[in-house]
């Protein structure tokens, strides 16, 4: 069982950053593809950003088209801690932001909510126009 805490969320304004923080406990995620999704309201759940677990390379980043050049996904594995640098905020990503995890490679299919066994409670992000 993995347990993930996300914090970092708050009121920013457009065009500006935050760096959300995931937490995980329960067992070392060193063999955990870690991922960022975020929902707004009335929305589905969306895919953000992913450190993919792969066999002889540690982690591959991939980003959604719509964040692409502007967030960047880090990892402390000594720390068991995974990053969200989000930056140039934009209204429209108001939203709440949530950590996943999975042990292994998903694959083809790493932005994809279903693959994902563990998630966080979320931290909410707003960012004003």
């Known amino acids: 069982q993995v347990q993930l805490v996300e914090s970092g969320g708050g009121l920013v304004q457009a065009g500006g950053s935050l760096i959300l923080s995931c937490a995980a406990s329960?067992?070392?995620?060193?063999?955990?593809?870690m991922a960022w999704f975020r929902q707004a309201p009335g929305k589905g759940r969306e895919f953000v950003s992913v450190l993919r677990w792969s066999e002889g390379i540690t982690f591959i980043p991939h980003y959604a088209d719509a964040v692409k050049g502007r967030f960047i996904i880090s990892r402390d594995s000594a720390k068991d801690m995974v990053y969200l640098q989000m930056n140039r905020l934009k209204p429209e990503e108001t939203a709440k932001y949530y950590c996943a995890a999975v042990l292994g490679d998903p694959g083809i299919n790493y932005h994809k909510d279903y693959v994902y066994d563990y998630w966080g409670q979320g931290t909410q992000v707003t960012v004003s126009s």
């Open positions: 329960g067992r070392t995620i060193n063999r955990e593809t």
